[in-house]
């Protein structure tokens, strides 16, 4: 392999695995979301906005959804338009915009009106509901973002076993049989 193509594999190396990475840090945050559903959404007021305190400060995690998009773009832009990295790649985009597009739509408006649940507004029942729905939503978007980039991992690694060359016979050796 080419020099130039040696530093483009390892490239694509760090930004797939920046990108698994990333993605499955922030697919943590959003299954805490999801897994927590079930218990919450049925609260009274006064506990559910008690419970709600424990997401100070996770908006100083949104970085990582900023490096998650990096990657992702940066792996799409190095595959070489490989059919199934960049495909996959491309879907793992696709399921991350929806997730943001979700939580602006949706999750950022109810922190907004309930400032960031510190004050019960008189329709906060159907807050909550669009901040959890909203979320679970989100978390099987980052989920499929990262099914999509696994994918593109096996793709690369696919890829990159069917461009080795054969391995040549040995003198006074027997090539395998098939």
Not at 19 to 31: E, I, M, R, Y
Not at 42 to 62: C, D, K, S, T
Not at 98 to 125: M, R, S
Request: one cysteine or more; proline letters at 4%.
């Amino acid at each position: 392999m080419a020099n130039g193509g040696r530093a483009r594999s390892w490239a694509c190396d760090i930004a797939m695995f920046v990108a698994l990475l990333s993605t499955a840090v922030a697919l943590g945050g959003a299954l805490a979301h999801l897994l927590e559903l079930p218990n919450k959404i049925h609260l009274p007021a006064a506990e559910y906005f008690i419970v709600q305190g424990i997401y100070r400060g996770w908006n100083r995690l949104g970085f990582v959804l900023f490096v998650q998009l990096l990657s992702i773009l940066t792996l799409i832009a190095l595959s070489g338009r490989r059919n199934g990295i960049f495909w996959s790649g491309l879907a793992a985009l696709l399921c991350l915009m929806g997730a943001q597009a979700l939580f602006w739509l949706y999750t950022f408006p109810a922190n907004v009106a309930t400032a960031n649940w510190t004050v019960i507004p008189q329709d906060w029942e159907q807050l909550r509901f669009q901040w959890e729905i909203s979320h679970a939503a989100g978390a099987f978007l980052q989920l499929g973002a990262m099914i999509a980039l696994i994918i593109a991992s096996i793709a690369r690694a696919r890829s990159d076993y069917a461009e080795e060359p054969a391995a040549e016979p040995r003198a006074g050796s027997s090539a395998p049989s098939p």
